[in-house]
């Protein structure tokens, strides 16, 4: 089979810096362009350091972009929806890391972004990516919102008792612990190593943006809250979901629940050992790789269950999970360049 | 004024190690035993490295206990209560930093620990040893029961809104970040280093002992659900309390509340600031500090208030909530010995 | 091509849970047994969690070890020539990532490892276990002795100025700054969470066992001084080796000579950036991967030339380098199986 | 005793922030002023969130200074020397936290600092502020130049060998570990915490600045060579010093040595113990404290002696440092202000 080529545009940036880890090491991809425009004319390693000898590419300049069949979007929020048209020209394929084209809704858009959507005569052209609820849609689809990072431990975590229609009574609390690598590449004051390492502190306790794609997402539309946590990690996101089973239920149905919705699933572990000392999904162990690992713990006195999910957010919260819809929108096997398991210890 | 000798019990562990750190700092107090079976006959700056050069004191063994005017029990689970006999011979003054006599309820001792109360009859004469709440009391008292770390940082984050009977609509959702050294200087498989660093996992999902605390303590009996999650620190405890506040009420009140039920409060600080990129409470800048930082945001659309709360587990978690009890108790100023502020960076 | 069977001895360690994860990725091989005597009957993604999902091995005992085509001995130190009677009857390659047949000279292995060598007639047979060192005699070699990961990382740094012969005037310093996944996964008082984190401490600072390694391997036996350094990490080697060249050697002479003998070498890079911020070698972004990464500066005025070398302990320090060794000795491609390129950030 | 007014010149940053946080708990020693021009009208603990309750001081700007009995410069390199003529009007005591007055000699400045010096005419009326070596000249000093932390952890590390005259035989190899707050409160690409976190990188293999200071302050003119790594701590130095020590010595005499030259000194802790982990110095005992550990090791086979020592950067290698001189110029106890001990765990 000849090799699709791919740009990535914004591939100094993590996501698109992910991307191009995992096409690197793809059967059927072949990346022919990387742009930036802060670096343009330096090999990509510069940058990335881990590709080194891996790879000669260079950046160039996004106006020095040419056709490719895939093109991925790596861009500052805002920027694949402003210059669509021109990507559009390029290449068939266009697989979306921003949020541009996450929301179907634009009242949904503009509550969450606090703005009118650029183009929302573009939004229905767009497949929300995720697997695990979108697959059939996928399947040749050429033109990819991948979710977003906390969103997608979200709603992994709590799919499959919505989707079984599980009456929940109580509102759902969410809390995400997330590391730094999620707010990008670009430095702060807040992400200067000094102030940030070892601290766990709130960066969004109401009104978080991925709000909008569990609205959307999740079955059902039971009232759900969420709070997310910066962590002292570069990578890795670990989600506590806060639900509360009806009378007569059990965790026996909440694990049925879960092995019924996610049995064939390659990247979804559910995550339930009596021995050792991993009984729970932990980040840590998922550093590179596209694993979601999902557990639960269920309290039998208030019905109250603590669901689990972990992820490498760069990986299946990002790069890993825009890879996975590629190779279904392509028809190949699921988990094509997508193999490494992640470190221990 | 002479000083009050002290005997530290269980010296060797991170909660009397951290006590012995202080007294040497308090003008009123001498530290003039510390005992461990393991290392008796070495200094102890064999085992707390940081008192070197600070204390010439050797451990001993609990067999050689001498009288004492305070005496400061830092034993694992069970030992307080099951040596009781000897240690009320030797110090008017006894203050247990473990769980034996917090609860106050033998029923709700037995449902958290599983097992029946061994010295139930001296639960009365203990006060619960937490200034914010039990500031009356302590005065003059002889016997505390030093409160839980965690326990501590979800009761302050709560307090004030129970305290004024705000009728609150839902459950209470509390989430506490931990770090490693709330589990005490005995290593295990889970705390090898290779393993726990940077580890993200719950330990505790349903059934936290410090719960029968939140129960016994928080006034009005709401309906409230805590997990606990292990964190890559090794101090600190970072914790969100999820409230719904009812139809009417609005973050002024919420604000009022605290302002108003820890006004003259040494050691809590509200964290509400606007600018900067410290607006949040977090356990890094709190680390040896007996400082309890709390801060808030609400949500309007739902009424959801997330309350964080930070604290050094074995400062105002433990050790530093001790000394400010004995402080009280001795009628001494409430912030001696307790003066250090915490790093930045 | 049918696939070699794979028996791993000792393989819930961090050495052989690392060959176990790379071998699971390799075309030619198929891991049939893995040991513990610890874990027999559990899956072994209860230790390696890892590979949950990836594999169905369960542990058995070492009693009930079988034949297979590579036999892999990750034992603790003297365990492999203790029972190498039973092992060298099961498998016709052996390779031992311990430390047992890495001195051909018995009473350099008295020197440093304190006791005499217990199989002495057994080291002739074995090929010291570095690529680019000894890859012909590792041509159809069936006993492989995998080489130490701090003497790796030190070796590697110093070996092309030694083998061209440069006439050091000065004694060779070697630093090593080592993560605490080096000690193994059997936890002590000095690997617990709350005393390791965060911790920068000489570990060994004179007579560490692996500058017998250096000794015998170095050519030109210079005069070379080896600090170990324990750092917060838990994978990652960083190794500096001052040394100082003569007159009229400049920078340029010494980057000749690593282009020189590393020319073709798939797993060492060069590293010398004039721009970014990743100029030098760091252990961080080798987390997985088999890559030795080299740079080096120069003092034009003193002659000291500062080399940097950085590995992941666990795969070119032990089990990266073991499986690169045997795909040498298979005359397989030198990569299978290390294509893994390591994480950023 | 009436305190004495300080004023902090550049008190946004980690320097001055230290400063301010180790006076406010000084008995002697009033904060009055503290500048930024950043920051202006904002109160200190925008910046420095740990004095949150402890003082409720504003940030002013320079233009804004007023007279103090001391002053305490924590500007950027270049600015104390350039805007010494205010300064010197404004206060009778002036502390300088920054390089500009530590060199004496100016042909050594240009060397390292690669420009002329712009004020050379005051270099001889500051005291290098380094109590160990200079505290005669520190008594009733008004001009006191404080000395930079990796140049102060070696000097401590090697004084007491070099002041006894000891003969080395070798050049001296200087290694210093280092945490990221040595940079300073301002980011850079290199700072961003995805790319610093877990970092083992070397910053400075050749000319560091701080070699003048060794050049400088160390007695005998030993060859010696200075290399810097970045680790991933926050705060903390470990400095290894190997030096030879001439045959016919032994490591009891070096012992001797060190405990002869710093017998007396306050902050200077000889760390050489037999038992339990904390044999060797480690900066993470040290956050926040002004001791120097020092530690040594003997290679008797070779005459190599092994010099380690570590500090808090911040503290003993700048704001305790510079504290600690104040007080020995006003005549008071050298402790005062000082106290903390440092963590443990």
Redesign the interface.
Known sequence: MSKLSVAIVGGSG?AG?EFL?LA??HPHLEVTQVTSERNAG?PVH?????????THLKFRRMADLEAADVLILALPHGNAAKHFARFEGLAETIIDLSADFRIKDPELYRKYYEEDHPAPELLPSFVYGNPELHREELRGATRIACAGCLATSAILALYPLLKLGVPLP??I?I?G?V???AAG???????????????????K???HRHHAELTQELPGRF?L?L?A?S??????I?T?A?V?IPDGYSERDVWGAYREVYADEPFI?I?K?R????R??????L???N?C?I?????DE?G?V?I?S?IDNLVKGTAGHALQCLNIARGWDETLGL???????
């Open positions: 993590y810096g880890r690197l090491n330096d510069f940058v990335h350091p881990n590709l080194r000898g891996r109580k509102d609390m809390t612990l590391g730094s690598s590449a670009s430095g702060s004051d807040a992400s200067h190593h000094p102030e940030r390492e070892g601290s766990l502190r709130v960066y306790a109401t009104g009232p809250h709070t946590i962590t002292p990690r570069v990578r890795g670990l506590t806060q509360f572990r995550v050992v021995k050792g000392i991993h729970y999904p932990d980040p840590k162990l550093d590179g790789s694993f690992d557990g639960f713990e269920t309290d208030t109250r603590v689990m972990a193999e490494f398991v992640g470190l221990h210890p």
